[in-house]
Antibody, heavy 119, light 106 residues
Framework: EIQLVESGGGLVQPGGSLRLSCAVS????????MSWVRHRPGKGLEWLSV???????YSADSIKGRFTISRDTSKDTVYLQMDSLRFDDTGVYYC?????????????WGQGTLVTVSS | DIQMTQFPSSLSASVGDRVTITCRAS??????LNWYQQKPGKAPKLLIY???SLQGGVPSRFSGSGSGTDFTLTISSLQPEDFATYYC?????????FGQGTKVEI
């Protein structure tokens, strides 16, 4: 059974940092893409970043230079390092397996981890 | 970036109704379009990928169509568990984007 479990969310002050983790089971990170998507209060879903099976990475302009995606295949874990956090980074952060070749989709998703940026 | 516009942003419907949600891309994306359902407090769930392919385990009352810039998600007979927010998402360009969502309410 495929499972994704996020952790690492919490309360952080503006300008601070957090590292989110996404532990996966039931498949290998070496064979698939993985993404981070967030849902901010009152807004829709927003794709943030993806890491390919070959460790290429792409990120949305809104987080470029502040957030970094990475993975550790030995730990079956994907990370999102979030620096220079702002109030409007508050939201629920999801990791999602991102299968496909030219066309990609998000399935399944983890349960999400809440990030609150507040002073 | 490719902008995705959904309409309507919300709709009211009754059990048994046929519901159609539209998603328009700011430029052609061939069939690189996916649909998700999200219920409050829950993670999104993939319904349709590649514009018209039904994800395994998703009821057949859900269907998708379209190509180029215009796409639709149809629920043939709305069920109580279908009241949720629906999002389209393009993966044509490297920077993937979602529509703003359509909330289906009673």
């Amino acid at each position: 059974e495929i499972q994704l479990v996020e952790s690492g969310g919490g309360l952080v002050q503006p300008g601070g940092s957090l590292r989110l983790s996404c532990a996966v089971s039931g498949f290998s990170l070496s064979n698939t893409y993985m993404s981070w998507v967030r849902h901010r209060p009152g807004k829709g879903l927003e794709w943030l970043s993806v890491i390919s099976d070959g460790e290429d990475t792409y990120s949305a302009d809104s987080i470029k230079g502040r957030f970094t995606i990475s993975r550790d295949t030995s730990k079956d874990t994907v990370y999102l390092q979030m620096d220079s956090l702002r109030f409007d980074d508050t939201g629920v952060y999801y990791c999602a397996r991102t299968p496909g070749r030219k066309l990609h989709w998000f399935d399944p998703w983890g349960q999400g981890t809440l990030v609150t940026v507040s002073s | 970036d490719i902008q995705m516009t959904q309409f309507p942003s919300s709709l009211s419907a009754s059990v048994g109704d046929r519901v159609t949600i539209t998603c328009r891309a700011s430029r052609p994306i061939t069939g690189f379009l996916n649909w998700y359902q999200q219920k409050p407090g829950k993670a999104p769930k993939l319904l349709i990928y590649a514009a018209s392919s039904l994800q395994g385990g998703v009821p057949s009352r859900f269907s998708g169509s379209g190509s180029g810039t215009d796409f639709t998600l149809t629920i043939s007979s709305l069920q109580p568990e279908d009241f949720a927010t629906y999002y389209c998402q393009q993966s044509y360009s490297t920077l993937w984007t979602f529509g703003q969502g359509t909330k289906v309410e009673i």
